[in-house]
């Protein structure tokens, strides 16, 4: 069984279909999208129509429900952006996705955590920075699911973790934003320092357990990043050519 994952396409479906070309010649059973598909600066109805049109497993992220649910006024630009540019077909489309999902007894998704589609779950962020999430904090998070295997999304940072009962904790990073800034719970930064498109592919192994790898594919950015200026994104322009949020 080997299952490969994308997360956090954000519209950019330059890099998307990068990410489905090297996925196409690797042998995988099954492709799954951990969420946060389109909200962006980018290409939100396109990226839909392309994501509409594969047999993959799709989860909701945060941005999927707020571009649901808040109202106009409430929402972020990157959210307001996305919600002005798609369709009715594709909103239907998010609405049928859900935040959780057991593929199996062995293998649980979430875009967040179980509990959350807004909370870290290998990292943690703190008045100081993001850092690595505790042992502890992690089993914390993870309590009430028993997987072998657990796929998240969210914080746009590939990684892969063991935790002590062998379970694999496994997050692909993003396919389609390397870096970013946010302000919850703390004002922090996300750095994967490559413009990179990334993702992951796990493999169940014949003792019965889960490896993992994570990969990155370059890709040309260059048409994203001027899409980004062209609509007043400085910020996504510069993370998306360097890996870097951009710092005040």
Known sequence: MRLAFVSDIHGNLPALRAVQADIARRRVDRVINLGDSLSGPLLPQATAEHLMAQDWLHLAGNHERQVL??????????????????????????????????????????????????????????????????????????TGTTARLIACGHTHVPRALRAADGCLLLNPGSVGLPGYDDDHPHPHCIDNGSPDARYAIAERTADGGWQAELLAVPYDFTAMVEQARRNGREDWAVALATGYAPRP
């Open 69 to 142: 649910t808040l109202a106009p006024e409430r929402m972020s630009p990157t959210d307001a952006y996305a919600r002005a540019h798609l369709d009715e077909a594709a909103l239907r489309w998010i609405a049928g996705q859900q935040p959780t999902h057991r593929l199996s007894d062995e293998v649980f998704l979430c875009h967040g955590t179980p509990r959350s589609d807004l909370e870290y779950f290998l990292e943690t962020v703190t008045s100081e920075g993001v850092r690595l999430a505790s042992a502890a904090e992690i089993a914390e998070r993870r």
